[in-house]
């Protein structure tokens, strides 16, 4: 039993320690961050404008009248002289080829495919042509220095310092400075 009563005891001991460090440790943590904040008044002493290259793209239509040719059209469910043609000697070819059934199905299969062929060489009769406006967009490249921020130099109550800004300033300008003072520890 007094085993266990030290053992509660030492237990007892190790939290306390624990929680007087933790404690300890936020006091410190919440020092260093304490800041003090006041703002003075001074006066612009130089501005240094800040440029930056960008590229800028500006595209360009150029638009020219173009004949293009219109093609004619057979497929009214008739056969074109194409398709005969192409039947005719896709079966001749087809009958070089095979012997017994597999030569007839060599011929028929001749004469489809040559068909098609001749079904698709025929459509590619010009009949005409019609005039149709066509434009093309190309891209110019330029490097081009932007404006991207100002360095303000400036003085106040006896502190000088530098900072960045979107607004142009001119020297003898009064600014207002936020002075952040933080203790070093």
């Known amino acids: 039993m007094k085993k266990f009563l030290e053992l509660d005891s030492f237990i007892k001991y190790m939290i306390v320690a624990t929680l007087f460090i933790a404690s300890l440790g936020l006091a410190l943590t919440q020092k260093a961050n304490a800041s003090e904040y006041r703002q003075i008044q001074g006066s612009v002493i130089a501005v240094e404008p800040y440029y930056v290259s960008k590229n800028i793209h500006t595209p360009i239509e150029t638009c020219t009248i173009q004949e293009v040719p219109i093609y004619s059209q057979t497929d009214n469910g008739q ?23 597999g030569k007839n199905i060599a011929i028929g299969t001749g004469a489809v495919i040559g068909s098609q062929v001749g079904k698709n060489s025929s459509k590619g009769q010009i009949v005409g042509y019609k005039r149709v406006n066509v ?28 900072s960045r800004s979107n607004r142009q300033f001119i020297v003898g300008d009064a600014i207002t400075i936020n002075l952040i003072a933080q203790p070093v520890l």
């Open 79 to 101: 056969l074109s002289g194409g398709q005969i043609l192409g039947a005719i000697i896709g079966g001749v070819i087809g009958s070089k080829v095979g012997s017994g059934t």
């Open 135 to 162: 434009c093309n967009t190309t891209y110019t490249t330029a490097v081009e220095s932007v404006l991207s921020y100002y360095i303000v130099s400036w003085e106040a109550e006896g502190f000088s310092g530098k």
